[in-house]
C-alpha cells in the first residue's frame, strides 16, 4: 500500500499581514546619514544583499577587529550599525555599547535575521533548489484568487516538442542541485500530453524524486495502464483535496494504492483557504517590502515554461491577466530569464533578485475561504 502523509491547511486566521521589523530597519536607515552593517558572515552578507535590492543604502560592513576604527568615525545620530550575526555572536558587540547611543544600534529578531540569513543566501538557494513546470494554465476547477489566473485565462499549453528542448537544456547547465521536478499548473492532468512530459522528465533527470499537483479529479477515470505508468516513471502524485460534494477520492486511492503509485494528500481540516496576494497597479510597493512575498520566504525554486525561467507564477501568468482584464501589468527583461542565454550563477543570482514586477505585489498575504471564482478582478487587488 502506498504510504499516505496528509498535513493540514490554515484553520485559524483569514487575514495575514507583514510585520513590521523590515519597515522598522527602513526607517532606522532613513534617519542616519551612514549605516554599517556588523558582521560579514551569512547573515550579515545576506543582509546586505536584501538591503541592496531593497534599495536601503548602507556604507560597508564592520568586524571586531574594525571597531576601533568605527569608533573614531562614529558621530551620534549620524552613524548607524545594523545587526547581521546570530545571537550568540552578540558578546562581541559590546564594546559598541561603551561608545554608541542605543539608538544607534538597530538588531531585527532573532528570527528575522535568520530568515533573511536564509533567504538571500546563494549557498542555500543551491542546496536546497527545484523546478516547477508549467505546463498548463487550463483548470477543471474554478477557485477564487487563483495564483496563475485559471479561472479567466485562455487556453494555453506548453508544448511537448519546446519541453523536451527546455529540460534538455536544463540538464546542460548541470546546475548543482535540483533536488525535485514539480510539475504543476492548473491542472496538469488537462493536458493532453501529460504522460509524454513526465516520460521526457524522467528521460533526462532519471535519478531525482519528480511530482505532480493535481485536485485528482482527472485521475479518478483514468484506466489501470496509465496508472501503472506513473508508477514506472516514480511520479508522486499531490493531490490537494477541495470541499466538494464530488470531491471524495476514496476510490482513487484505493486504485493508485492498487497500481503501486506513490502519492501524497494536502487537504484542510475545517474551513480551507486559499493565499491572495493583492495586486497594486501604481506599481508603487515599496522596495523594502518585496522580501514579505511567499516565493521569497519559503521558495528557492523557479517555473519553467517555454524556454524561459521565472521566479513569480504572477509574472508568469500576467498576460493572461491583461487579457482578462484589459490591465497592463508591464512584464520586463529583467522579471524572467532565457534559459538559453543563462549560465548556473545567473539562474541562483536572480533567485535572491528583487524583480522590478515586485512593485506591483501589496506585502500582504490574505487568507480567504475557499470557494469558486466568479472572475472578478477583486479577486486578485486589494
Known amino acids: 500500500m502506498a504510504e499516505l502523509t496528509r498535513w493540514s491547511g490554515n484553520t485559524t486566521s483569514k487575514i495575514s499581514l507583514y ?39 548602507f556604507a560597508g560592513y564592520v568586524t571586531s577587529p574594525a571597531l576601533a576604527c568605527f569608533k573614531k568615525e562614529y558621530v551620534p545620530g549620524e552613524c548607524g550599525i545594523i545587526m547581521g550575526v546570530s545571537d ?67 487556453p494555453d499549453f506548453y508544448g511537448p516538442e519546446q519541453f523536451e528542448k527546455d529540460i534538455s537544456k536544463l540538464r546542460g547547465l548541470k546546475l548543482k542541485t535540483i533536488s525535485v521536478l514539480k510539475f504543476t499548473g492548473g491542472e496538469p492532468f488537462l493536458h493532453p500530453q501529460i504522460f509524454r512530459m513526465f ?29 501503472k505508468e506513473l508508477a514506472e516513471l516514480a511520479i508522486t502524485l499531490v493531490i490537494t483535496e477541495y470541499p466538494l460534494k464530488n470531491m471524495d477520492l476514496k476510490s482513487l486511492y484505493e486504485k493508485l494504492d492498487r497500481n503501486a503509485v506513490s502519492y501524497c494528500v494536502i487537504y484542510s481540516e475545517g ?9 497594486n497597479f501604481t506599481k508603487t510597493t515599496k522596495p523594502h517590502l518585496f522580501s514579505q512575498c ?32 484589459g490591465t497592463r501589468l508591464e512584464v520586463v527583461d529583467r522579471d524572467w ?14 533567485c535572491i533578485t528583487r524583480l522590478p514586477y515586485c512593485g506591483y505585489c501589496e506585502p500582504i498575504e490574505e487568507l480567504v475561504p475557499w470557494g469558486l471564482s466568479e472572475k472578478k478582478i477583486t479577486e486578485w487587488t486589494v
Not at 19 to 43: M, P
Open 19 to 57: 510585520d513590521k521589523e523590515l519597515d522598522r530597519l527602513a526607517e532606522f536607515v532613513r534617519n542616519h546619514k551612514r549605516v554599517h552593517i556588523f558582521g560579514t558572515g551569512k547573515i550579515g552578507k545576506g543582509l546586505g544583499h536584501y538591503m541592496k535590492e531593497a534599495q536601503l543604502p
Open 199 to 227: 516520460a521526457c522528465a524522467r528521460k533526462y533527470f532519471p535519478n531525482i524524486p519528480i511530482e505532480c499537483y493535481t485536485n485528482g479529479l482527472a485521475v479518478k477515470g483514468m484506466e489501470d495502464d496509465r496508472l
Open 88 to 154: 550568540r555572536y552578540f558578546p562581541e558587540i559590546l564594546p559598541l555599547l561603551g561608545f554608541m547611543d542605543r539608538k544607534d544600534i538597530c538588531s531585527l529578531t532573532s528570527e528575522k535575521r535568520e530568515e533573511i540569513g536564509r533567504i538571500f543566501s546563494i549557498d542555500s538557494v543551491k542546496e536546497n533548489f527545484w523546478i516547477n513546470i508549467f505546463t498548463t494554465n487550463q483548470c477543471n476547477l474554478n477557485c477564487k484568487s487563483c495564483s496563475s489566473f485559471a479561472p479567466v485565462c485562455p
Open 271 to 279: 474551513q480551507k483557504y486559499f493565499s491572495k496576494r493583492p495586486l
Open 294 to 325: 511567499p516565493r521569497y520566504k519559503m521558495c528557492d525554486s523557479l517555473f519553467l515554461f517555454k524556454g524561459r525561467l521565472y521566479k513569480c507564477i504572477y509574472v508568469l501568468a500576467s498576460e493572461y491577466f491583461n487579457h482578462a482584464f
Open 337 to 350: 530569464l532565457d534559459l538559453y542565454q543563462v549560465s548556473p550563477e545567473e539562474i541562483y543570482q536572480y
